[in-house]
């Protein structure tokens, strides 16, 4: 079907005026990161009239940046690749007996937890994890793949569904057990589909800020980076020079990632949906 001229226009507005609502807030951040004080109170929109990287040199040396940038490197790693093991196994499992009433309860069970909001959960997760003294990094990895589990395992379930059993079969009938079936056979299969949850949950984790300012939030020593950006204001007096190198070079890494993995999002959820 043709398009009229007047349609394509209104597209392709359309998708500029989407452009410059996600690329204003990235080229304020550059701009003003690259800024002395004084330059950004004379014009605090306008490009900078050179390249200052006083502001990151400064953010790297005097505010420890790195140790928080390991924190969230060993919480987002680690949630990973506990969501990896975890959430294709359970999800085999449910996909493979679906037929029987227990595995159907425990799949409505946790897709449940898709509907219940955060904030009604907030408090109630601060005193378990509290009565547990879980208020550390560790404690914060157990509820990042905990909350991951509906999301996942719809996914993968879904996915998993039309995989054909005679696979599965055909594995028994050479010998082999239901491990070696999943990790040889079906685990593959799953790639497209694995590594959609991988990016998303990634894309999460890292910029997450909630669960850290409830778990994380006594102990500075153990603050992910979103938590240390929040604290970073007042501690250096409003400076927003400051603030925005911070928050650059925060996102820098996650921006990289997105733009080199972004297919397999798309590739893995429509993947899914045709099987």
């Known amino acids: ?9 209104i597209s392709y507005l359309i998708l500029v005026i989407g452009m410059c609502f996600v690329l204003a807030p990235l080229y304020l951040t550059l701009t003003i990161a690259m800024k002395t004080t004084a330059e950004t109170t004379k014009s ?15 953010v790297i040396h005097k505010a420890n940046f ?4 390991g924190n969230s490197v060993y919480v987002t790693i680690l ?9 294709p196994m359970v999800s085999y499992a ?19 937890g898709i509907f219940v909001p955060f904030q009604a959960i907030m408090l109630p997760i601060y005193r378990h994890m509290s009565n547990l003294k879980l208020l550390d990094q560790n404690g914060l990895i157990v509820m990042y793949v905990t909350l991951a589990f509906a999301q996942g395992i ?35 299969l799953m790639l497209p589909i694995i590594a959609t949850v991988l990016i998303l949950n990634s894309l999460w984790i890292w910029n997450d800020f909630q669960l850290p300012l409830i778990i994380l939030n006594r102990h500075p020593d153990y603050w992910t980076l979103p938590l240390f950006i929040y604290n970073f204001k007042s501690e250096y007096a409003f400076n927003y020079n400051l603030a925005f190198a911070g928050f650059f070079i925060s996102m820098l890494p996650i921006i990289i990632l997105y733009g080199f993995t ?9 993947e899914g949906a045709l099987k």
């Open 154 to 188: 719809f996914l993968c379930v879904g996915f998993l569904k039309n995989i054909p059993l005679e696979l599965d079969e055909a594995s028994k009938i050479d010998g082999s057990g239901v491990w070696t079936t999943f990790t040889r056979i079906i685990y593959p």
């Open 44 to 58: 605090f929109f306008a490009l900078p009239s050179s390249f200052y990287m006083g502001n990151f040199v400064e």
């Open 66 to 69: 790195f140790k928080f940038v």
């Open 94 to 112: 449910i996909s493979r007996n679906f037929s029987k009433r227990y595995y159907r309860f425990l799949y409505l069970f946790v897709m449940s």
């Open 262 to 270: 972004q297919k397999y999002i798309i590739g893995g959820l429509t």
């Open 79 to 87: 949630s990973i690749l506990l969501m990896l093991l975890l959430i």
């Open 1 to 9: 079907m043709r398009t009229s001229p007047i349609s394509r226009i």
